[in-house]
Each structure stands twice: as C-alpha cells, then as structure tokens.
C-alpha cells in the first residue's frame, strides 16, 4: 500500500479569509461603501496578523496521523459484529482528482475480521484542525506534540506528524518501542509523558460488547472465557483449559457478560486471541475443527480494504504486547477473603493489579520468569487509598511503555515511581505461550459480573529504514525481511520469536543542533522521517531542522458532518444520480474525474445533506 505523502493542507474556501475560516463569522455588511471598504481592510489585516503569528487552519487529507487525526475516510458499522470504525479513501483521489479505478470496495472489520461492502458508503474529507503558532515562536517543542511543519524536500508543502526526537538526540525503534540511545549506547525507553495521551495513540484489538455471534453458532469459541489451570488437558491453551459448566464463571446468552458466585476458590476469566479470517465468514458450514489462537499484532483497521492500491487484509505480522484492559465490574456480597485480580502478560512478565476487597487498597506486581513458583512477585508499587465498594465500578489497567497505569472510575490511581519499571531493551526474547492468552481477570470471596470487556494495544513503530541516507528516492526496507512467514507463524510464539530475530531490523537516527525527528501515528502508512528521499543532499535525511516548524496542533474544530435522512446516507447518492444533471448539485455534490483529459461529472457523491455535526470528536489534540 502506497504511503500518506501530504498529510496536512491549509484549510481554504472561496471568498473566505483567515478570520472567516477560523470563526465560522460571516462579516457584518454596513450602510456605505466607504464604511464597508475600512471593514473589509481593518479585517483582512487583522486576519493577516493572526495567521501569520497566532493560529492558522488546516486540513488532514491523508490518514498518515489516524487514529489521533482522520484524513479522508469512511465510517463503517460492520455488518456483522456491529463495531463502528474508520477506514481511509485517500488513494481514491490523485491530484485532487477522483481515480475511479482506486475506488474502495470492502473493508475488513479490526473487530471481527468481516469483509464489508463499503462502496457506497458516504465517503468524508478529513478532519479540519486549528494549529497554534506562538508555543513555537516563544518556547521549545516538547516530545510527543503533534506538529505541523515543511517538508524538507519540498518546503511549499506542509506536513504534520508527531515530535518524537528533540535536537542531538539518537532514536532507535526497535520492536515497536522508541528509545533514545545515550552516547555510552544505553537505551531507555521513551514513555508517553501524559497516560491521556497514551490513551489516545491505543487502537482497539477486540470489543466484547460486540462478538463474533454469527460464528459462535457454528463452533467458534468464545475469546472471552471462564478457564482452569490443566496442563493435560489437549484443548488448553497455554495451559488453561475452559471450566466446565456450573463451576466458576457464567457467560451470558449474548456473550457480553460474565457472572461468579461467591467461592474462596481463585476462579479466572481470560482472553485468547481467537481471530477469524474473511474466509470463515463466508463459509456457512460447522467448524471441522477448533481454530488456534494467535499473538496480537499491529492490524490496523483503517489501513485494510480493496479498492484503491489495497488487495485485502492489510499485513499484520508483528506482535504487541504493550495491552491495555478495560472492563466494567458490578460487586455484590464481599466475603472476608474478597479479592480481585487484573492481570496482563508481556513475554516472559507478568503483571497484576491485586485489589483487597476487604482492607482496601492496591497493589501492582510483576514475575519476571513465569515458569517460578507462583508467590515470588515482585511489588511495584501500590495505593492505600483504593477501597472497591459494592456496585459498579469501571476499571482500566494498562502496560505500555515499561509502565503500569490503572484507573478507577476514569480516575488514574498513583502508584509510585516503581510502576515505571526499566527493560533492558536487548535483553527482551519476545513473545511466549503465554502471549496466546494475554489477558486475565480472577477473583474470589465475592460475587460480581463484568462487562464491556475491552482490550487495546499501543501503537507499534515500524522499524522501516532507508539502506542509503544520501539516495535521492529511496526505497524503504521492511523491519523484517520475510513478513508472510511471520504472518504464517502466528499461532507459534516461539516459531515466531525465532524467525523474527533472524529477519528482523531496528532503525536508528541521529540528530544535530535544531533537528528534530517526526513520526506519523499510522506507522504502517506513514511517509515519515523513516522514509524520506534526500534530493536536497542533507546531512542527516530524516531530519526536520527548527526553521521548518509551523506551529502546534492543538484542536479538531470540524471532523465531520454525519448524514442523516435516505437510511442515514443524505442525498444524493449512488442510486440518485440524476441530481448531477441539476446545476446546483454538481460540482459541490459530486466528485471530477478526468476523461481524456478533461473534467467530467462522476456519479460518486462527495457531499451529502442534510448533516449534523460529530460533537465527540470536536477536540483537543493529544
């Protein structure tokens, strides 16, 4: 798939200046010309005057920033699972001009792996954002801020991505992860400094409120399940073994709640990543067999469709273990031994989250070789001021970055410095049979239900380099040098483990005085500083030097309007394109192609009314 290469443009329409595109404020007419031709100066200077030194807007076209920023995508409700997400349609155009041999097609759902018709589905432009200049004319850039600036190989052009390498720095990617290298080659890991903003860059791996139903009547397991340690038993996996009926935990009829009875028995409930291919859905017959689960990797459903230069499922071979748990728990009766466990596996790590339900309190561990005996955990920090009342409580519990969070009712807990916890990063083997179910949550003494059972990963930096730092249009090189075979061998952490270590890169780059290193949130798809040509003949290609720096991006002022009306579609669509024949319909409804060289009328609509505005996502950015 081609690369998002023009990821920010300044927002403009005709007739409008900067005050008109920032405010949405019409000017007010006056009764004589002279008066009306001050007004219209005095604005345009002042207009002038705060987007060249304060606030300028833009929009995204492409998705190289999603899912922190949509470029120009669909919205899809699978047709099978229900899970809502976004899918980009950038490549539909070229030059601004709709290509109708890239048209998109199908999408796969991130939830439930369906392939869903999405053809005519109103397509969106991206989101419009307002960008501050000042913090950069007065202050430094901070690390993580998302910015826009030139692009060095062709300064007309603006960019935007997220600040990631700060002047005189070394970063290395390596296994998803960025480290800044001191001279002495040590590594330490580069942390998200806000967990709101680490909440921002997670994508969602799998969403309980919206199961795989259609599947499970014909024999696909739950991913969700009540489960009992048993090595012996063949169906284990990783050693753990579905409970059997009427011990432990119940699952609902819909499968999207779980329910334990009060027993002083630890009594677990865990995720296995049981993934379905296209083709699953389109069979309608039983399973002949029970499938294998797979590690977590970086699928990124924004990024896999058909149409445009996509085949198929996007190429999804690398494994992440920075998880993020989140669920919703219902106490009843707390027994004098009430106890409840969060619990995420990383690797050779373990870490829990050990709540008291009876004193109160927290506290967070860590086992580094899981083959030891089970008391030797290692507690990493804790809170006091944590008691668990009866009634609902929403619970989130994340490691990423080489640090434990967990928040309580959308209240992040503080656990001390020691839930920061260092990793050699050389000294990491990668993914075990463990990785297969990553995810638990046990407890005993009380009575409860969970739901909105939720999972998510970090994002996963792609270690994807150019061999030649001076070449002019370079080629970028995979992070791993056989990814089909690491997509193949999935359901083999250690096969896996063993074939990336031989295959597999990490990237490096050097910073001097004034440079600064930008990567896109959408690393599968972003031409980023990882990638750029060098025609200019720079020192150091990957490079962003201070001068280049626009400003800050801080608010989505306007992602997009939601059609309602025609089964939520708006008008016009596919099926009315006769409205192309009313002039006002045209051009501001539906999109130009280029026959033999000049425009011409399609029948895809680029804009639909009525609409209303997508509040949730009027934000500030992260």
């Known amino acids: 798939m081609s690369r998002s290469e023009e990821p920010a443009k300044t927002q403009q329409r005709p007739g409008s200046s900067a005050t008109d595109l920032l405010t949405g404020v019409e000017p007010e007419r006056t009764g004589g010309w002279r008066e009306s031709i001050e007004s219209f100066a005095i604005a345009f200077i002042l207009a002038f005057v705060f987007k060249t030194f304060e606030a300028e807007a833009f929009v995204i076209p492409t998705g190289s920033m999603a899912p922190t920023l949509y470029g120009r995508h669909k919205q899809v409700d699978c047709e099978k699972c229900g899970h809502d997400y976004a899918v980009g349609a950038s490549e539909e155009l070229q030059d601004d001009w709709f290509q109708p041999n890239f048209r998109i097609s199908a999408s796969f759902c991130p939830n439930c792996r369906h392939k869903n018709n999405i053809k005519d589905l109103p397509v ?20 993580w801020d998302v910015t826009v600036f030139k692009y060095p190989e062709q300064p007309n052009i603006n960019y935007i991505k997220r600040l990631v390498g700060l002047p005189e720095e070394t970063i290395v990617i390596r296994q998803g992860n960025l480290y800044l290298q001191a001279s002495d080659g040590t590594r330490q890991i580069l942390r998200k400094d806000d967990p709101l903003k680490q909440n921002v860059l997670q994508l969602s791996v799998f969403d309980n409120d919206h199961p795989e139903t259609e599947l499970h009547r014909r024999g696909w397991p739950s991913r969700w399940a009540g489960v009992d340690r048993n090595l012996d038993d063949p169906r284990a996996v990783a050693g753990w073994a579905e409970s059997a009926p009427g011990s432990g935990w119940t ?79 219902n106490i009843g009766q707390v027994g004098d031994r009430g106890r409840l466990l969060l619990e995420l596996v990383e690797g050779r790590r373990r870490f829990r989250a050990d709540f008291d339900l009876v004193a109160g ?21 804790r809170s ?82 150019v061999e030649d730092p001076y070449e002019a249009d370079p080629t970028g090189v995979d992070e791993s040098s056989n990814e089909s075979g690491l997509t193949a061998s999935l359901d083999d952490p250690r096969g896996w483990q063993e074939l990336y270590s031989s295959t597999a890169t990490e990237a490096v780059f050097r910073l001097g005085p004034d440079e ?56 016009p669509d596919s099926e009315n394109s006769l409205l192309k024949h ?30 209303y505005p997508q509040l949730k996502r009027m934000k500030r950015i992260r």
């Open 361 to 381: 309190g927290v506290r967070v561990t860590a086992k580094v070789d899981l083959n030891r005996a089970e008391d030797e955990e290692e507690e990493l920090g």
């Open 582 to 611: 009313v002039p006002v319909f045209n051009r501001w409804f539906y999109h130009v192609k280029l026959t033999n060289e000049q425009p011409t009328l399609s029948d895809y609509p680029q804009f639909r009314v009525p609409f």
């Open 251 to 329: 699952q609902s009829d819909d499968g999207r709640s779980f329910t334990l009875g009060s027993s002083n028995k630890l009594s677990w409930l865990r995720y296995r990543h049981y993934v379905p291919e296209p083709e699953t859905w389109a069979s309608q017959e039983q399973l002949a067999s029970r499938p294998r689960p797979q590690l977590i990797t970086d699928f990124c459903g924004y990024n896999s469709y058909e149409g445009a230069h996509g085949t198929g499922l996007y190429e999804d071979c690398y494994w992440v273990g920075d998880l993020t748990l989140g669920c919703e728990i």
């Open 124 to 143: 969106f432009k991206g989101d419009r954002i307002l960008v501050n200049k000042f913090p950069f004319e007065f202050g430094e850039p901070s690390r």
């Open 384 to 465: 006091e001021n944590v008691r668990l009342g009866t009634g609902r409580h929403r619970l989130r519990f994340a490691n990423v970055d080489d640090r434990l969070c967990l928040w309580i009712d959308d209240e992040l807990v503080e656990l001390g410095p020691g839930s920061s916890y260092r990793q050699n990063a050389t000294d990491f083997p990668g993914p075990g049979i463990d990785d297969l179910v990553p995810v638990g949550i046990a407890a005993s003494g009380i009575q409860m239900a969970v739901t909105h059972l939720q999972l998510f990963r970090d994002i996963y930096y792609r270690s994807e380099h």
């Open 516 to 571: 600064f290193l930008m990567l896109g949130d959408n690393s599968a798809k972003s031409k980023d500083g990882r990638l750029w040509g060098n025609r200019r003949g720079a020192a150091r290609r990957h490079a962003v030097p201070r001068s280049a720096l626009v400003g800050k991006a801080f608010y989505i002022y306007w992602p997009h309007g939601v059609p309602f009306l025609n089964n939520g579609r708006g008008f």
